[in-house]
Each structure stands twice: as C-alpha cells, then as structure tokens.
C-alpha cells in the first residue's frame, strides 16, 4: 500500500479529490498541522475504499481499538 508522508505545515495534495476527507476534517489537509502526517490510503482515494480516517488523528498513526 502506498504511503504519504507529510512534515508540519504541508498539506496533503490530495485533499480536494480524496473520499476520506469529507468536510475538511481529515488533519493531512491542513497546512496548519504542527505534527508530521502519515497517509497510508491515498492509494484508495479515488475509489472510496481503505480505512475510516478519523478527523481527531493528528499523525495518520491512530489506532481504534474495540473490545
């Protein structure tokens, strides 16, 4: 799976087309982001598949954990 790896203060290139980023909530399209940012479903962008993107995760790391 392709990964994107983005610093502080860059926004993902993405965030205009990608399903995962409805209403501007995921933090990758932020530019005013203080923390790196990794993307892990930019390969599924366009076909609306992959992961949830939570729209509180500020590194692209978080994990939901269910018991």
């Known amino acids: 799976m ?3 790896i ?3 203060g860059e926004a993902c ?3 205009t087309s990608c399903v995962h980023n409805k209403n501007w909530q995921c933090q990758g ?3 005013g982001r203080i923390t790196e940012f990794t993307c ?3 390969s599924t962008r ?4 992959g992961d949830y993107r939570n729209p509180l995760d500020q590194t692209g790391k978080m994990e939901v954990i269910m018991d």
């Open 29 to 31: 399209s932020l530019k």
């Open 13 to 15: 290139p993405y965030s």
């Open 6 to 8: 983005l610093e502080s």
């Open 2 to 4: 392709e990964q994107l």
């Open 46 to 49: 366009e076909s609306g598949g």
């Open 40 to 42: 892990s479903i930019v």
